[in-house]
């Protein structure tokens, strides 16, 4: 615990450094996770709020509490933020705290590059928001569709703001693939085989892979979009030949697979909360990780079910029509998997238990709705309507989000030694439920009776006031129960009763560390026999796991590279905005000087 | 006899395999759909440009196949800088990364000068979509080239200072991994731009 030199073994347990400085110089995954996981959630609040002011903006027919154009910014940095912001680094915290120590890691592959993709990913989304300061956020929806894009429709610095955030974002995103593929492949502990992973790894493995092959498609359209409005060339422009639907084409052929990206941790969360509260190893565990590899397959390979309405021909229609109801197929697997993993089992409900049953029971139904759509005939009404919105915000809100929260009463006792508080999350997760259906079922309705989405009001002889009305209360609600979810993540930080190292009686490698785990992780561990360690085996995971061994861990030092890095590769990008050709060179130059340093700095 | 000699400076993998190499495939696997999209993109507007200059008026297929003949010959180069590393030849090392480095170079003169060229006959940026196609592509391209290029230039300034031996023969393999990619990414693009009718 005295101050140690550079290159002495730096860690002690219980040593925890939490200064600024700490924070921005930490490499550590645990730590790394934190900050993904923090920023994320203040990213989800303020998603959340435009999402008010939007409801809010429909409780009524005619209503005119934000202008149109500010309505168009809303609805579009709301999609950007969930999807990119919130959606996306949530996962990626979760698997950034948790994955290492499911597999018996130290760290991550690369630590250094970690910290740098959370760099890049907070510079990116700061990036993004700053469009709203002075009055030009993106505007055009997060789909960003040509040729509204262009510098013709969209003159305003709006869309440069999208082109050029996404792109910071997108690298991040694909720093973090490659060092998760890496960490999984590598570093699992001596009997950890592939087969042997607990879902929740295996669903940051497909993930990741899905993130380093979709994020370069996005990186292409983007790059196309900003040459067309800061270089006059012609990629979407069909006065000379451009054609708008490549636009569509690229971005969806990333979107869909970003569907996957989104959904299949949530996927992996709930396979490793739902045995854990049924006291029963996961049900068909095998066929539960090929169901999630043959998702992240065929999605990529159903992109065009987006585009059914700019008449992409029948034959098409019909494939695609095809392919995405194939994929209905793994996905009712899963849910399956879950319902036999619960029966008969010793089913404990706790809040995480909760939110995780629910989470079966939401996606369903987004997943039934998504069905409906599949079929390209009924897409063509459902289209541009809130039946749409209704279906993914099922899939994202009762799927993805719910695994979230999950989750995080799940992992959170591990992350900081306290239990959040049972009562309090009672009452999140009933008004959570309630408020979320009372919210999205009626757009249901709203949307089969014909209210276009991504319009800032409706006509009063639509006759839609009393479900939108009924869907805004219900929004509110929603607002107070992720209150009630801060409120309990804070407090349980000071008063929460403490955790002991598996307050679950969980059986993976991660609850056989202390909570919160050493910084080394696992001082040694026994060899893995099988894929529920902590109840096939529970007497070889005593102390000898997690106390610090004489001599201490060697563990590597921090580092304020990636930082740096970061700005250069943010501003290398933002510089675009200049207008000037050599600016961006200046941001390289930067970027180029920071990876040396970075490239030579010793390993410690 | 690689492994034992990384065994200090690398703790065991679950794989065996050295981890940089793992992530460094990793990121060219990425890449592929980067040059995948971008390829796709110049193959569905290869005919659709509605005003000249066309295809047919400006391509120099002499010239490129030169440059295309001069980025093959330095993968050769770098499979022997690789094995003049891991046999501890630090002369041979020098001349091959060198050499490797320059003929990269001397493909990155042979673009600019066409891409000066096509700028003169009225094919820009600006000029008809297989402007914009053509320039992205091979500008991305070619930007890899110029990253692989420092990159080499670094590997020999870390050899002739002595601060790279037989030991570090993977960071070396790794360079190797990319700088065969990108040459192998330039056979798809030649193949595509210049050959197809």
Redesign the interface.
Same mark, same amino acid.
């Given at each position: 615990m005295a101050t140690v030199e550079a290159h002495a073994p730096a860690t002690a347990a219980g040593h925890r450094r939490t200064g600024i400085w700490d924070w921005i110089t930490t490499i550590d995954h645990k730590k790394v996770g934190i900050l993904y996981g923090v920023t994320a959630l203040i990213f989800l609040f303020i998603g959340g709020l435009e999402a008010m002011v939007i409801r809010t903006q429909l409780m009524q027919p005619d209503m005119k509490v934000v202008s149109p154009d500010f309505y168009n910014e809303l609805f579009t940095m709301h999609g950007l933020t969930m999807i990119f912001l919130v959606g996306m680094p949530i996962a990626v915290a979760m698997f950034n705290y948790i994955v290492p120590l499911q597999i018996g890691a130290r760290d991550v592959? %690369?630590p250094r590059l970690n910290a740098l993709s959370y760099w890049v990913f907070l510079l990116g989304g700061l990036f993004l928001y700053s469009g709203f300061f002075i009055g030009q956020a993106p505007n055009n929806g997060w789909f960003g569709y040509s040729p509204l894009t262009s510098l013709q429709y969209s003159p305003g610095l709006n869309m440069d703001f999208y082109a050029l955030g996404l792109q910071i974002l997108g690298i991040a995103s $694909?720093m973090g693939?490659? /060092?998760f $593929?890496?960490t999984i492949?590598?570093?699992? +502990?001596p009997g950890?085989k592939f087969m042997r992973m607990p879902l929740f790894t295996w669903m940051a493995f497909v993930t990741s892979f899905i993130m380093?092959?979709?994020?370069?498609?996005l +990186?292409?359209?983007l790059?196309?979009l900003t %040459?067309d409005r800061f270089? @006059?060339? /012609?990629?979407f422009q069909a006065? +000379? @030949?451009?054609?708008p639907i490549?636009w569509q084409h690229?971005f969806w052929?990333f979107g869909h697979p970003e569907v996957y990206i989104l959904i299949l941790p949530g996927f992996g969360v709930v396979s490793d909360v739902i045995p854990t509260f049924s006291r029963k190893p996961l049900f068909g565990y095998a066929v539960m990780v090929y169901a999630g590899a043959l998702i992240a397959f065929i999605g990529w390979g159903v992109w065009s079910h987006h585009m059914f309405a700019t008449g992409i021909g029948t034959i098409a229609d019909a494939f695609f029509t095809t392919s995405t109801m194939i994929i209905a197929i793994p996905t009712g697997v899963k849910i399956f998997n879950w319902l036999a993993t619960m029966w008969g089992g010793r089913l404990r409900f706790t809040t995480s238990m909760k939110f995780a049953v629910s989470m079966v029971a939401m996606f369903t139904i987004g997943g039934v709705s998504g069905i409906m759509h599949a079929v390209s005939p009924a897409d063509l009404q459902q289209t541009d309507t809130y039946f749409v919105v209704a279906h993914f915000h099922y899939v994202l809100i009762g799927g993805l989000i719910s695994a979230v929260i999950s989750g995080l009463y799940y992992w959170y006792p591990k992350i900081t030694g306290r239990l959040m508080s049972e009562k309090i999350g009672n009452w999140n997760f009933w008004l959570f439920f309630i408020s979320f259906n009372v919210t999205f079922f009626p757009m249901h309705f709203i949307g089969l009776l014909g209210m276009p989405r991504r319009v800032y009001t409706y006509a009063p002889e639509l006759g839609l006031g009393g479900w939108n009305l009924l869907a805004t209360l219900g929004a509110y609600v929603m607002g107070v129960s992720m209150l009630l979810l801060a409120w309990n993540l804070v407090r349980s930080l000071k008063k929460g009763k403490p955790a002991g190292n598996n307050p679950w009686q969980a059986a993976t490698l991660e609850w056989a560390t202390s909570s919160p785990p050493p910084e080394y992780n696992f001082a040694q561990l026994p060899e893995i026999r099988g894929r529920m360690p902590l109840w096939d085996n529970p007497d070889a995971y005593d102390e000898r796991v997690w106390k610090e061994p004489e001599g201490g861990v060697h563990m590597p030092n921090p580092s304020y590279w990636p930082i740096l890095t970061a700005t250069g590769i943010a501003a290398t990008l933002i510089l675009f905005m200049t207008h000037l050709w050599w600016a961006p060179l200046l941001g390289l130059g930067w970027t180029?000087v920071c990876v040396?340093n970075f490239a030579f700095e010793p390993a410690g | 006899m690689e492994a034992t000699s990384h065994a200090a400076a690398h703790p065991p993998t679950a794989t065996g395999l050295p981890t940089l190499k793992v992530g460094f495939w990793t990121f060219l696997g990425s890449e592929t759909l980067f040059f995948g999209a971008l390829i796709s993109t110049f193959l569905v507007y290869k005919h659709g440009s509605v005003s000249g200059p066309y295809a047919h008026e400006v391509i120099n297929i002499p010239l490129t196949s030169f440059s295309t003949f001069v980025l093959l010959m330095s993968s050769l180069c770098m499979v022997l800088a690789l094995a003049a590393v891991q046999k501890d030849s630090r002369k041979g090392a020098l001349l091959w990364l060198f050499m490797t480095a320059f003929l990269g170079a001397t493909f990155l003169g042979c673009q600019a000068y066409e891409f000066t060229s096509f700028y003169h006959e009225g094919l820009t940026l600006q000029s008809n979509l297989l402007g914009s196609t053509f320039f992205v592509l091979t500008g991305f391209h070619g930007a890899h080239v110029t990253m692989g290029v420092i990159w080499l230039l670094t590997l020999w300034f870390q050899t002739w200072s002595g601060r790279i031996g037989s030991g570090d023969a993977l960071k070396v393999e790794v360079a190797g991994l990319y700088w065969h990619f990108v040459d192998i990414a330039w056979i798809v693009i030649f193949t595509v731009v210049y050959l197809l009718e």
């Open positions: 592959a %690369f $694909i693939g490659i /060092n $593929i890496t492949v590598q570093l699992r +502990a950890m380093v092959t979709a994020l370069p498609v +990186a292409v359209a790059f196309f %040459f270089w @006059g060339t /012609n990629f006065s +000379a @030949g451009g054609d490549l690229l052929l180029m040396f | -």
